[in-house]
Every structure is written in structure tokens, then in C-alpha cells.
């Protein structure tokens, strides 16, 4: 009878793919990192940030229809690749309007207005608009559906949310490999060289940790200044103690097993014998706290855009969402806080959940 072993890393996948919130979670996250990447290809508002503005519109409820003529520019802008990815810069007009008649040489429209008045008729010579047949207006009067509704400035707030999810993401994947990096190094040495290097390291971490993680990432970004990358370097700077003092703990509790002291027998180098040897033996409870931190980094995020420290406008984010429309929840209108918040809450918890199933597929007692 033939005995078939599984390594380490195929009993963890395993169990991990039998816990089934875990695997719901990841799924989630994937879906939502797709949606991220290609945010621009999803988004009803192609633009750049989602930024098209339209006063006239705003603060919608979600499912709210409107005919919208778009008037081109004077200045056509040539279209890229880098469009799909990052937005174009849209130069044409667009002004939601409640009809239209066309005459032989002009277009005439009513601007749409919330109030019971109607609006002015406006005009518009048919020559600025691009037609082959004078009453084919189909590529520039067509009906726009706001499925979650417009934010205060009349933007599509769908729109907003899908490429906000971003700098959500993008903090995460920052902080947790800024925390990693420096987290992995002071660890490493704290606890392999041990004595004044060990006693020195844990100075600084238990100062580090003793102030409060939003003042420390408040404190930083002041001294930074405000912006996109300065607050993803403030999140990552805090968060690297907990990984330090794991790292740390679990060099100490491996670095006298046999396999250290004959690799330090054959004349190993400490560096080799830290990073080939000991590490690969203690990154369990590291992926464990990553994920933990993944959740962590984009809750202090929210924290800095409300606070408006965070990612500047017009760069959407979801903190930010809430901080512009949080005054809205007892003004009749709660969708336009409770969606990024809603948000915001599923992609923590997933990733809370994710750290919780890693923790028991890595149990080595499980």
C-alpha cells in the first residue's frame, strides 16, 4: 500500500479552502481587485477620478434616469491605452436636460432644473456637433442612469465608490509591505543577536506603541504633508512594531533548534542563516497579522480622508464619501454616507475573515 504525504504548505491550503467564510472572503477580495484595476472600463463616468460634475443634478437618489446632451469641445483630446486604466481627461460638456427639438441649422434645449420651474430654452448651431444626418442626434443626447445616484457635486456616485475602492486597496498592499519590510528587519535582528541590539529594538517599539496609532499616522503625515503617497508611508511607519514583536518572539523561541546550530556549524553567514533558514520557519503568524493589518491600514485611511488628511480631492475616496455626506444621514438622504461605508465595512471584514481562516489553517496543533 502506497503512503501519499502532503507537504506543510498543501495541508494549510487545504484546510484553509474547507473554511468556507474564508474562501468566500477571498473570492470577494479578488472580485474586488479586478473592479479595481479596471475601474475605468466599469465605470459609467469614464473620467478622470470620476470627477463630471453636474450641479444641476445633485444629491439624486439612486436609480435616478436624466436625458444628457453632450456638447463637444473645441479641443478634441486624442484617447490612449493609458485611459483604461487611469481615466481621460474629457474636455466635452455635458448638460442634463428634460427635451430637445432640432431645426434646420440649430439644437434646442431645456437644462434640467430640481425646482418646479422650468428651465430656459438654450440653442445651439448644429455645426458644433459632429453629424452625418442633421436629425441623428443619438450619439449625443442619450439617457443616463444613475444607479446609485449623484453625490453633493452632481457626480455619479457609483462611479465614485468603484474607483475610490483603489485607494482603499492600494493602502493596504502599501502599509502591510512597508510594515513587512521593516517589521521583518528589526525583528530579525531583536531577536537572532539578542542582548544591547534586542534591549534597544524593544525601546523603540514599546515607544512606538504606546502612542496612539492615529495621532502617530496624524503626526507623520503633518510632518510629510498632505497627499496620496505621504499617507500610505504615514500607515506603513506604524504598524510595523506588531510584525517586530512577533518576528522577534519566534526567532527567539527557534534560533537554537539543531537545524540553526548546524547551519551555523557548516560557517553560514548570520544573514543566510536569518533569511534562508529561520524566517521561512516563522511567516505563519506574520501572514496572519498582515491580513489583520490589511484591515487596519484601510481604516485608518478613512480615518485620515475624513479627518482631511487623507487622499486629496479630487482623488475619490471612500472616507472621504462619508466625510463630504455624512450630514446628509438626518437630512432625509442616508445612501450617499451609508454606501462607501457600507463598503468600507464588507472589505474589512473580508479581510478580517481571511486572517481568521489563515490563523486556523496554520495551526500547527489543527
Avoid at 58 to 85: A, C, M, T
Avoid at 178 to 185: E, H, R
Avoid at 247 to 262: C, D, F, L, P, W
Amino acid at each position: 500500500m502506497s503512503q501519499h504525504t502532503n507537504s506543510l504548505t498543501a495541508l494549510a491550503l487545504q484546510r484553509f479552502f474547507k473554511n468556507f467564510w474564508g474562501v468566500l472572503s477571498l473570492v470577494f477580495i479578488v472580485v474586488l481587485f479586478f473592479i479595481s484595476l479596471f475601474a475605468y472600463i466599469i465605470s459609467p463616468d469614464a473620467s478622470e477620478n470620476a470627477n463630471q460634475m453636474n450641479l444641476s443634478i445633485h444629491s439624486q437618489s439612486p436609480g435616478f434616469e436624466v436625458l444628457e446632451l453632450r456638447i463637444p469641445s473645441d479641443h478634441p483630446y486624442e484617447s490612449s491605452w493609458k485611459d483604461l486604466f487611469f481615466g481621460h481627461h474629457n474636455q466635452d460638456t455635458f448638460e442634463p436636460i428634460t427635451a430637445y427639438r432640432l431645426t434646420q441649422d440649430s439644437i434646442f434645449y431645456t437644462p434640467y432644473t430640481q425646482v418646479a420651474v422650468t428651465g430656459l430654452e438654450k440653442g445651439l448651431p448644429l455645426s458644433a456637433f459632429q453629424l452625418e444626418d442633421a436629425e441623428d442626434m443619438s450619439a449625443y443626447v442619450k439617457k443616463h442612469t444613475f444607479l446609485l445616484g449623484t453625490d453633493r457635486y452632481g457626480r455619479d456616485l457609483l462611479s465614485r465608490l468603484v474607483v475610490g475602492s483603489r485607494v482603499s486597496l492600494a493602502i493596504g498592499f502599501v502599509a502591510v509591505a512597508i510594515s513587512l519590510i521593516v517589521g521583518l528587519f528589526f525583528g530579525s535582528i531583536a531577536g537572532y543577536f539578542g542582548g544591547k541590539v534586542d534591549a534597544f529594538i524593544m525601546w523603540l517599539v514599546n515607544i512606538i506603541w504606546s502612542i496612539p496609532t492615529l495621532l502617530l499616522v496624524i503626526a507623520i503625515t503633518l510632518t510629510l504633508g498632505k497627499g496620496f503617497w505621504q499617507v500610505f508611508l504615514a500607515v506603513g511607519l506604524t504598524m510595523w512594531v506588531e510584525v517586530a514583536r512577533v518576528v522577534r518572539g519566534q526567532i527567539i523561541s527557534v534560533k537554537e533548534s539543531q537545524y540553526v546550530t548546524a547551519a551555523r556549524a557548516l560557517g553560514y553567514s548570520d544573514l543566510r542563516i536569518i533569511v534562508k533558514h529561520i524566517l521561512p520557519n516563522c511567516m505563519a503568524p506574520v501572514i496572519v497579522i498582515s491580513a489583520a493589518n490589511f484591515a487596519s491600514a484601510i481604516l485608518v485611511e478613512s480615518g485620515l480622508s475624513f479627518l482631511g488628511l487623507g487622499a486629496q480631492p479630487p482623488v475619490p475616496s471612500w472616507g472621504g464619501m462619508i466625510k463630504d455626506h455624512y450630514s446628509y444621514i438626518i437630512l432625509g438622504k442616508p445612501f450617499m454616507a451609508l454606501i462607501p461605508g457600507i463598503a468600507m465595512s464588507l472589505m474589512v471584514l473580508a479581510f478580517m475573515m481571511i486572517g481568521n481562516a489563515l490563523r486556523d489553517a496554520l495551526d500547527v496543533k489543527s
